[in-house]
């Protein structure tokens, strides 16, 4: 029996499976005609002599699997099934479990990097900090001295309207 296989002629001008469908459409029929194959290469191997004549039920591989056999496989696989259909995800968690999972191993990694820093590490990091916190006092006593000059600012230019404005009445008066 020959392997399905895709056609060779590629000087046609008639659309291939590629200009038919986009590549979420392509995705099943491929894995068909893989699985095609798979399925003709192990009749194959069973019967080598006459691959088309060969009955796959015959023979000593086609053994009764007892847990094949039994009602509750059989349901987990049907189960299996419909979900597969369905398009769920069995194997997947659920995305909080996950997402929490990935806090969690993140913050491990933090506490052992934490761990393992040698003394001279720690005396690097104190200094930085140091720094950080040095640096940020600077910036509020220099926002600090801003605020002062342009409180002096206002204060100067309001004492100059009164002294305009008295200068003012002086004239007219």
Not at 47 to 71: F, H, M, T, Y
């Amino acid at each position: 029996m020959p392997y399905p296989t895709a056609p060779q002629d590629t000087t046609t001008t008639s659309p291939t499976l590629a200009d038919q469908h986009s590549p979420e459409q392509r995705r099943p029929q491929t894995q068909l005609i893989v699985l095609l194959c798979i399925i003709m290469a192990i009749i194959e191997v069973r019967c080598p002599e006459n691959a088309d004549q060969c009955d796959i039920a015959e023979g000593p591989w086609n053994l009764n699997n007892p847990v094949k056999a039994s009602r509750s496989h059989q349901e987990l696989h049907k189960e299996l099934l419909l979900a597969h259909k369905k398009g769920l995800v069995v194997c997947c968690k659920p995305e909080l479990q996950t997402v929490l999972e990935r806090r969690k191993r993140e913050q491990t990694q933090r506490e052992e990097g934490e761990q393992s820093r040698s003394p001279l590490e720690q005396v690097l990091l104190q200094r930085q900090q140091k720094h950080q916190e040095m640096m940020k006092e600077k910036e509020e006593e220099q926002k600090l001295h801003e605020e002062v000059q342009l409180m002096e600012f206002v204060r100067v230019r309001q004492n100059l309207k009164k002294v305009h404005t008295a200068l003012q009445k002086n004239i007219h008066s």
